[in-house]
């Protein structure tokens, strides 16, 4: 056995070095990675369109508010109300037209003094080779402005690493509350 030992031990040890180092390897921390590893080669500035169907009113409603202040209903921008919606995203205007996806998530009035919401909503694709990627959209939308822009902060699928912004122009709405909004979507990805 010694004399095995005494025969092997430069193998046996780099054995030992090498089997340390894998080990060091499948606990690390953190790694760098080649971007083309994953598949990320080129980036993409896509442009997308469509229509942003806020419905409050009916039997159906997608956009509930669930939450306000003591103080939301006296004051002139409904200061504190916070809906949550998922709200269909049609081809075109009608919100009978195809659907294509849908913005799923909250805005709030969160200006005292002109209308302003903070809107965090996640568009989620259905269609096509966008199905199940999506967008997240955070920002201000001051919706008495005829164009808004706000942040894409992220996306997931097609969509991963996205940035870029959104621009939303309300194309008509109701005495019921519902609006439809016409959405141009500029994101960079890869
Ligand atoms: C404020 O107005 C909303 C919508 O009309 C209503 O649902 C809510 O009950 C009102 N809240 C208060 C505290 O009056
Ligand atoms: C939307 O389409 C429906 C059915 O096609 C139609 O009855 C309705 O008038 C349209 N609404 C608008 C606002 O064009
Ligand atoms: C989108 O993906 C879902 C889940 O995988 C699937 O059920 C659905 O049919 C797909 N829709 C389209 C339009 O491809």
Request: one cysteine or more.
């Amino acid at each position: 056995m010694a004399q095995f030992i005494q025969k092997h031990k430069n193998t046996i040890l780099s054995i030992l070095i090498v089997s340390l180092i894998l080990q060091v390897q499948c606990h690390q921390f953190s790694r760098k990675l080649s971007p083309k590893s994953h598949a990320f080669k080129k980036q993409k500035l896509t442009h997308l369109h469509f229509y942003f169907q806020d419905i409050a009113g009916g039997d159906h409603p997608t956009a509930l508010r669930v939450a306000e202040a003591p103080t939301t209903n006296t004051s002139k921008t409904g200061f504190g109300a916070t809906i949550i919606i998922d709200d269909p995203l049609t081809e075109g205007p009608n919100r009978t037209s195809k659907i294509i996806g849908r913005a799923q998530g909250m805005y709030a009035s969160a200006d005292l003094n002109v209308f302003g919401l903070m809107m965090a909503v996640n568009f989620v694709f259905l269609e096509g080779k966008y199905n199940g990627s999506t967008v997240s959209i955070l920002g201000r939308n001051g919706i008495t402005m005829p164009l808004r822009e706000m942040p894409i902060v992220g996306g997931t699928g097609i969509f991963r690493f996205a940035r870029g912004y959104v621009q939303a122009n309300t194309a008509s709405f109701n005495a019921l509350g519902d609006a439809s909004v016409e959405y141009n979507v500029y994101v960079l990805h890869y």
